[in-house]
């Protein structure tokens, strides 16, 4: 749906055909070997949410919900989508499928047990701990940001540095994929911002307000990821800000 469709998220017509068009990418997805993430609202039990769908080979695996919802400045998201905090369900029926549904769900390849994916979205990476640092904690090496973060001055700086540090300090690789010129609107601008950063390095970056389609590829070293974890003791010395927290592992291939 995007993320600039307003009050027209609260439309069933809009809320059902964007679950149509997620059960269709599953059907794409069928024998291929893809893990993919995929932005869509969600109504769960008389609330909306801003989740992400994360999709292999003809299966939802699991959907993640966004936690830290902006209601400052030019963001007032709080009118249309409710916090993870309040879901109640750990599994829902969509698309003829029983899915995981929560903040405490990691991706697993089943014959690369380093590669470990995990979600947050947008905001979530702006507060002063993120979803992405327990992610770590608990395991993963690859921490997915679908996100819808406007252009004002100075921003894309602060943002770049934000993400490149947050790779960093997680020991992770941290992919990046910010909402297209197309979302712009009389209020905000989008400049379709996307970069891949590991251990604290920019890897890739498109350049941003491109009106084509394009792909932003590089390899990731989880192998690397895993390594200097262990060196470093200062990261298992962190696990104990995990003592309240359980995950759920999917495995996919």
């Known amino acids: 749906t995007g993320y600039t469709c307003g009050d027209l998220f609260f439309q069933r017509e809009l809320q059902q055909n964007a679950v149509r068009a997620l059960d269709s990418l599953c059907q794409w997805s069928e024998g291929k070997k893809m893990l993919m993430a995929v932005g869509l609202p ?18 939802i695996l699991g959907i993640v919900p966004k936690t830290y919802i902006p209601n400052h400045q030019e963001f007032y998201e709080k009118r249309w989508f409710a916090s993870s905090k309040s879901l109640n369900r750990t599994e829902i029926v969509i698309c003829s499928q029983r899915v995981p549904i929560g903040t405490d769900l990691l991706f697993q390849h089943v014959h690369r047990e380093e590669f470990v994916v995990a979600v947050e979205i947008c905001e979530d990476l702006w507060v002063p701990i993120s979803p992405g640092s327990f992610h770590a904690l608990a395991g993963a090496t690859v921490i997915l940001n679908p996100s819808a973060s406007n252009e004002v001055v100075g921003k894309s700086d602060y943002r770049r540095e934000l993400i490149r540090s947050q790779s960093g300090r997680c020991n992770a690789a941290y992919l990046y994929a910010s909402a297209g010129f197309g979302e712009s609107t009389s209020d905000l601008v989008f400049g379709g911002n996307a970069m891949i950063c590991e251990r604290g390095i920019l890897l890739k970056e498109l ?16 192998e690397s990821l895993n390594h200097d974890r262990q060196m470093q003791h200062g990261f298992g010395d962190s696990v104990h800000l995990l003592e309240d927290r359980s995950y759920r592992t999917i495995t996919f291939e």
């Open 207 to 222: 350049p941003k307000f491109n009106l084509g389609n394009e792909l932003l590829i590089t390899d990731i070293d989880v």
């Open 42 to 59: 969600l109504a769960i039990n008389g609330s909306l949410y801003n989740c992400a769908a994360l999709v292999n080979d003809g299966k």
